[in-house]
């Protein structure tokens, strides 16, 4: 019988090597943090959450739902809303673990498998280290000393498990397609929602609200697409559908600036001007002489 000696090295492309807090909480803040900056990642997952959760991450807002994430890069500034009712997990950690920075600033929804495995890691974690009872907060921060290098090997096999399967979920070429496809739906149901209220002033926060998508995201899809900023698109319909109304009816410029919802006449005149070169006041006058 023929020997098999073939040895095949396994590679470790993802070492999670130290562990310094968890917390599970459900506090509800009457003033927000300060920012504060970490030497290590932070993990931040939205367990359970009436309504989206805020947080700022190098002077961006990201906004999450119940069953999101998003990582803090070490050395990142962040802080956490004003007011929140959520139950929220963090984990810090200190991970080898190079690939994690295609994850970094990226909200990432988990599926139901790895709301599961995240939820053994935290509880896992917990138990290995001492709780300390602050108001509002489940908080490991102290090695337990019924822990075991068993458990912290059972703790870090878990915890590895789930970046790797998380990582895979959000590198696939299949997975960049879909989501590709649904930003590309993103975009146009926030178009489509832009012109049915092109009456309305509306703000960036507000149209994250309306479309439970973050005020970074909604920047980052105009940006890819249409190479300025949403506020700007929005505007650019508010001079499209005026331009309309001056051709077809005999409002007056201080008139249609109502209509469109732009915040005073004086102000539609100035973008306006911007862009055709002239006032409205004139354009209209253009129109009526050349009848």
Do not use: W
């Amino acid at each position: 019988m023929e020997n098999i000696s073939a040895r095949h090295n396994l590679p470790s492309p993802v070492s999670v090597t130290s562990l310094y807090a968890i917390y599970r909480t459900n506090i509800y803040r009457s003033k927000p943090l300060t920012k504060f900056s970490y030497p290590f990642t932070e993990l931040t997952y939205i367990a359970e959450s009436p309504s989206p959760y805020s947080v700022v991450l190098d002077d961006t807002t990201y906004t999450l739902n119940a069953g999101q994430l998003l990582f803090f890069p070490p050395g990142s500034e962040h802080h956490l809303p004003k007011r929140s009712s959520s139950i929220v997990c963090m984990i810090t950690f200190d991970v080898d673990f190079p690939e994690i920075n295609k994850l970094y600033g990226r909200i990432l929804t988990l599926n139901g498998r790895q709301k599961l495995q995240l939820e053994q890691v935290v509880s896992t974690g917990i138990r290995l280290l001492e709780n300390i009872p602050e108001k509002g907060y489940t908080v490991g921060t102290t090695l337990s000393s019924r822990a075991n290098a068993f458990e912290l090997q059972k703790f870090k096999n878990l915890f590895e498990l789930f970046l790797v399967d998380l990582y895979l979920k959000e590198t696939s070429p299949i997975n960049s397609a879909v989501y590709r496809f649904r930003d590309e739906e993103k975009l146009e149901n926030l178009i489509t929602y832009l012109k049915k209220n092109i009456d309305k002033p509306l703000t960036l926060k507000e149209l994250s609200e309306k479309s439970l998508i973050s005020v970074a995201k909604i920047r980052k899809l105009f940006y890819e697409k249409h190479t300025c900023a949403p506020m700007q698109y929005f505007n650019q319909l508010k001079l499209e559908a005026a331009i309309e109304l001056m051709c077809n009816t005999p409002l007056s410029y201080a008139e249609i600036s109502d209509r469109l919802g732009f915040s005073s006449p004086a102000y539609f005149s100035r973008l306006f001007k911007k862009k055709m070169g002239m006032p409205p006041s004139e354009y209209i006058k253009s129109l009526k002489n050349s009848k």
